[in-house]
């Protein structure tokens, strides 16, 4: 009984710890005041991605502002597409100087934040990843599956392609829904759209079609 009642202490007192941590950076980064949720920290409520603060951020913060769409979804790609297959990453061909402008914005907010979360102990934030922006212009632009995956600038089957996508237009539809700027919600929505058209569009068919469990017969 003693050692249940001291693991049970010890793991209280380290999510406490942790929660006052993260407090603590919300609060700094203007999210929180005191136990109040700011206006900055309604935006961060509404955003569902592994790199949420960054995302609230770079809303806030307008780099997703004065773009058209396929350069709003090459932007948007920087915080899906992460380089997981072995060697370095390849490097980033951005599609336009205002992209490749957003881009180190971007980077600069992840800097900032890395270096917070490093001060008050708490995991990093993963950087950016600019190797698949040019494939998510050209895909929002109308450019075709084939000509993109021969491209070279990024090595994925199909079925990774579809999946980096369908990531992407949640990101993206996300920046529509929560922009302030109503012409970027525009444009955010547009590049939605674009986005889910072909292969994209036909497996998210799929999908929704898939039976769920009370569909499948018992027995």
Do not use: N
């Amino acid at each position: 009984v003693t050692e249940l009642e001291r693991r049970i202490d010890s793991q209280t007192g380290t999510i406490g710890l942790q929660f006052e941590r993260v407090l603590e950076l919300l609060g700094h980064w203007g999210h929180v005041e005191g136990w109040s949720v700011t206006d900055r920290g309604e935006l961060l409520a509404g955003v569902y991605h592994e790199a949420d603060l960054v995302v609230a951020e770079a809303i806030a913060e307008g780099c997703f502002d004065g773009l058209d769409a396929p350069e709003l979804a090459a932007v948007a790609s920087l915080l899906v597409y992460e380089h997981r297959a072995p060697g370095p990453p390849p490097s980033p061909r951005y599609p336009s100087t205002r992209v490749r402008q957003r881009a180190a914005e971007i980077d600069a907010i992840v800097a900032r934040l890395q270096s917070d979360e490093d001060r008050l102990g708490l995991p990093l934030t993963r950087g950016v990843d600019g190797a698949f922006a040019r494939m998510a212009h050209e895909w929002c632009a109308g450019e075709g599956l084939a000509q993109l995956l021969e491209s070279g600038d990024v090595e994925l089957t199909g079925g990774d392609f579809v999946r980096t996508i369908r990531q992407l237009i949640d990101l993206v539809r996300q920046i529509g829904q929560l922009a302030p700027d109503p012409v970027t919600a525009a444009t955010a929505r547009r590049a939605v759209g674009a986005l889910e058209r072909g292969v994209v569009a036909a497996s998210a068919e799929v999908d929704d079609e898939e039976p769920t469990d009370d569909d499948r017969p018992q027995g």
